[in-house]
């Protein structure tokens, strides 16, 4: 007998209410009675074929605010009101039962709550007066949408083997809460301050990220296939549980044991200092209850290196949850012993600070550039010996990027990396330099397909099916054209969010030096 039910709580000494059942109907809509401030969403019985029970909760002045989603891993959900606001009208819970196959599945929903309250946080923990005039934008425009794609420029003598890629997606996609209710979305939704990590050649994870009225994506993972650059919705791809919606983590990808690595962030008041590996090859998440001791970070880096992870800087709670302090310290964990430690550093190490980037280059050094600590934004240059575990300051030449942080990182070659973008205390920014390592000197490079300014977005260097080598006599002189730069999302300082992927040949880019 299929005894399946959905069943949710209101308040904390409510008693459970069952909404959905299996001879039911695979939709309900209950009032949310006035004084409620927490809601409590979970299912009971064998899921059977069902797909997902998507939940969302709205009144008539709002965009609906999505909990999330049940699944058959993860069965339980937690919805929290804000202190300072109120509900003006009556608010409904809606809840609806995907069943039969993925085809048929409702967008993968990350769970989302009220939004300003968070980008407050964010400003805070920053100093970043971007987000309040959003928000002051967003109240004199309370149903204006914020989500913004990239046009396409046609640029005169734009670079060979260059390309904008999903560049209107809001166009050819019907976003749920701004249009079609149930829609599958063909591409991820905008955002920043998510993770984009490539797992091979071909293929790369989207994590994570928030989106338009500041609330938590919607749809918080996607696999990208750069054979035919498409997207697919992977969450209910996966079993375990999943990370909870965050922004300001890092996920990198270990090639030996073909797990993926995602470490802390932030959601709202709550910080994260939890370690969650996905698995490509069996397509399961697992969470580390790892030895020894790290604080919550955010905004911080993590390097891959000879299968430990290195996170650097970020910003932590102090005194908790309010942010207020970036941190300067080095830990590092390690895998196989699913333990944290402090290494012994010695050398000129960089001052506390979040939003930076680090590169692993040569695979023994760590160039860490830039960052954010309020009220200072900064554009110098680290470098930190893995044989010798010791950092030095980098004298460096030539026409260095202008202070900021939440910027875009990428290795080019063995001697060379990319910074684009990032955010300056005022503004986003929209310039590109290349760093060489033999001579320690800066080159501005224009890239007419970056023009759009952004900060909090993603790029890496995959191949895809244009810039491949096919013969044995084009891999030498192909080495670094047969790889393409990839930029994902982002936002600028007009509160707009891009979902739009742009490639870039690298080639081009090294001979624009």
Same mark, same amino acid.
């Given at each position: 007998? =299929? ?17 959905? *059942? ?26 059977? @074929?069902?797909? !997902? ?42 809840? *609806? ?13 990350? +769970? ?12 805070? @923990? ?64 905008? +955002? ?20 338009? +009225?500041?609330?938590?994506?919607? =749809? ?33 990808? %270990? ?103 680090? !590169? ?16 200072? !934004? ?52 929209? %310039? ?8 320690? *000197? ?20 995959? &191949?895809?099916?244009?810039? +491949?080598?096919?013969? &044995? ?26 979902? =739009? ?13």
């Amino acid at each position: 007998m =299929d005894d399946f039910g959905v069943y949710a709580v209101f308040g904390v000494n409510g008693p459970p209410q069952k909404l959905l *059942s299996a001879e039911g109907s695979s939709r309900a809509r209950v009032a949310v009675p006035p004084s409620v401030r927490q809601v409590v969403l979970f299912s009971s019985g064998p899921w059977g @074929e069902r797909i !997902c029970v998507n939940a969302e909760l709205s009144d008539f002045d709002r965009m609906p605010i999505t909990i999330g989603k049940l699944t058959p891993y993860n069965k339980c959900l937690s919805w929290e009101q804000w202190e300072e606001e109120t509900w003006i009208d009556s608010v409904t819970l809606n809840v *609806s039962l995907e069943g039969g196959n993925l085809d048929t599945a409702a967008p993968p929903a990350a +769970r989302e709550l009220h939004g300003k309250r968070k980008r407050k946080q964010t400003a805070k @923990e920053e100093g970043n007066d971007w987000t309040n005039r959003r928000e002051e934008e967003e109240n004199m425009r309370p149903n204006a949408t914020t989500e913004k794609t990239t046009p396409v420029r046609k640029v005169r003598g734009q670079a060979k083997g260059s390309q904008k890629l999903f560049a209107s997606s809001a166009d050819t996609t019907k976003l749920k809460g701004a249009g079609e209710k149930g829609a599958p979305l063909a591409s991820p939704s905008g +955002r920043w301050g998510q993770t984009l990590c490539p797992i091979d050649a071909q293929t790369a994870i989207l994590i994570g990220g928030q989106g338009a +009225r500041m609330q938590f994506c919607k =749809d918080p993972m996607w696999k990208l296939c750069t054979e035919d650059v498409s997207w697919v919705a992977a969450e209910t791809l996966a079993e375990g549980p999943t990370p909870e919606a965050r922004i300001g983590h890092t996920a990198i990808y %270990d090639p030996d044991s073909r797990r993926i690595f995602v470490f802390g962030g932030s959601k709202n008041k709550k910080w994260f200092n939890d370690v969650h590996i996905l698995d490509t090859q069996s397509w399961k998440w697992t969470m580390v209850e790892a030895q020894g001791k790290v604080p919550p970070l955010a905004y911080h880096s993590c390097s891959m290196f000879q299968g430990e992870l290195f996170v650097l800087g970020g910003v932590f709670p102090r005194p908790n949850p309010e942010p207020d302090g970036c941190s300067d310290s080095l830990y590092i964990f390690d895998p196989r012993l699913s333990i944290w430690y402090q290494p012994i550093v010695t050398g000129d190490k960089p001052s506390p600070r979040s939003g930076h980037s680090a !590169c692993v280059m040569q695979a023994r050094k760590i160039y860490v550039f830039g960052g954010w600590d309020t009220p200072v !934004c900064y554009n110098d240059m680290y470098m930190l010996d893995l044989g010798l575990m010791e950092f030095s300051a980098v004298k460096t030449t030539g026409n260095p990027p202008s202070p900021r942080s939440w910027h875009g990182s990428a290795v080019l070659s063995d001697t060379k990396f990319l910074i684009h973008g990032g955010y300056n205390g005022n503004n986003a920014l929209s %310039d590109a330099f290349v760093f060489d390592i033999d001579t320690n *000197s800066w080159t501005e490079v224009s890239v007419p397909e970056l023009s759009v300014p952004r900060a909090g977005h993603s790029i890496i260097t995959m &191949e895809t099916a244009g810039h +491949r080598c096919f013969s &044995e006599e084009d891999v030498d002189a192909d080495m670094n054209g047969g790889r393409t730069l990839l930029v994902f999302g982002g936002g600028d300082n007009e509160g707009n969010f891009y979902s =739009d992927l742009t490639t870039v040949a690298v080639e081009e880019l090294l001979g624009a030096i």
